[in-house]
């Protein structure tokens, strides 16, 4: 796309979303790194759809002399196409721009922004209600409004939040020692999507051999896994555990309706046969190799 470059040498180092060479797991090192350094306090802040993206994708394309789109296109962009985060970017490049300025009130206050497209968190000290409102009037005038119903202002050192799909929550040290720790992880809702596709995968691939069905459901696992696994930040040991368990549980139970037509795995373990035979990932031992990064 021409207008990528031309953006991208503009935007902000806080700025990670649909961008080159940055990432959701570059975002998440930031709020680790924010977090280790005091900055609890944190304002969960979830804009509402921007109403002049909106506008103009649905302004008239002119093609071999005919208009197509134009304000009958509810539709707009796909989520997750190009054009749609990279606007994302543009927009709230302007917010970028003021949280890092040092001499704006978000400066004093020493807080700093973790942006992915449209969706980012405010991190400082502390976060007085000048701060908030300030974001609000920036919003405000860009014709944009806080989610007042998804938006959290909380003291991290106390409550979750969620993040990416990641949940951050300052735990017990799991050895038992009297530290804390930042423990990044896999979210409740995340943890249930995967189910969900590994569900919908058996249910409408009945009639696949061994194989293919640990083929199918490796294709599902390995992108899961390797998002949700950064070194030195995340701790998905304990998600991978419960995928686990319900890929144990669901091949027993789809070998067991299976079991009329004869199937060779019908009463045996068919998730440690499909494992150790056919290569079916184990979540619990999967370690990302470096040439997939």
């Given at each position: ?10 935007f902000e180092e ?194 696949l051999n061994a ?81 997939q990064l």
């Amino acid at each position: 796309m021409i207008l990528e470059p031309i953006y991208e040498a503009d935007f902000e180092e806080s700025s990670y979303g649909f961008r080159p060479g940055r990432s959701s797991k570059d975002a998440m090192t930031a709020i680790q790194e924010n977090l280790k350094e005091g900055k609890t306090a944190v304002y969960d802040a979830d804009p509402r759809i921007l109403k002049l993206i909106n506008k103009w994708l649905k302004v008239p394309v002119c093609e071999n002399g005919k208009y197509t789109s134009g304000k009958k296109n509810a539709n707009g962009t796909p989520q997750g196409g190009v054009i749609s985060p990279l606007l994302a970017n543009v927009y709230f490049h302007l917010i970028d721009r003021i949280v890092n300025n040092s001499r704006s009130l978000f400066g004093k206050y020493g807080v700093r922004i973790v942006r992915y497209a449209d969706d980012f968190v405010l991190m400082g000290g502390s976060l007085p209600a000048e701060i908030t409102g300030r974001l609000k009037n920036l919003l405000d005038r860009m014709g944009l409004t806080i989610n007042e119903s998804k938006t959290r202002q909380i003291d991290a050192r106390k409550d979750s939040f969620n993040f990416l799909g990641f949940t951050v929550r300052y735990d017990r040290d799991i050895k038992g020692r009297s530290t804390k720790y930042w423990n990044i992880m896999p979210s409740k809702k995340s943890e249930q999507k995967i189910r969900d596709k590994v569900k919908d995968f058996l249910q409408t691939h009945g009639h696949l051999n061994a194989k293919d069905v640990a083929q199918g459901l490796n294709t599902i696992q390995r992108g899961w896994l390797n998002y949700f696994d950064i070194k030195g930040v995340s701790y998905p040991a304990v998600s991978k555990r419960r995928l686990r368990f319900y890929l144990y549980d669901r091949l027993n139970r789809y070998y067991a309706r299976k079991s009329q037509r004869k199937s060779r795995l019908y009463g045996h373990k068919a998730f440690e046969v499909l494992s150790t035979k056919y290569g079916l990932i184990d979540p619990s031992k999967y370690v990302i190799r470096i040439a997939q990064l």
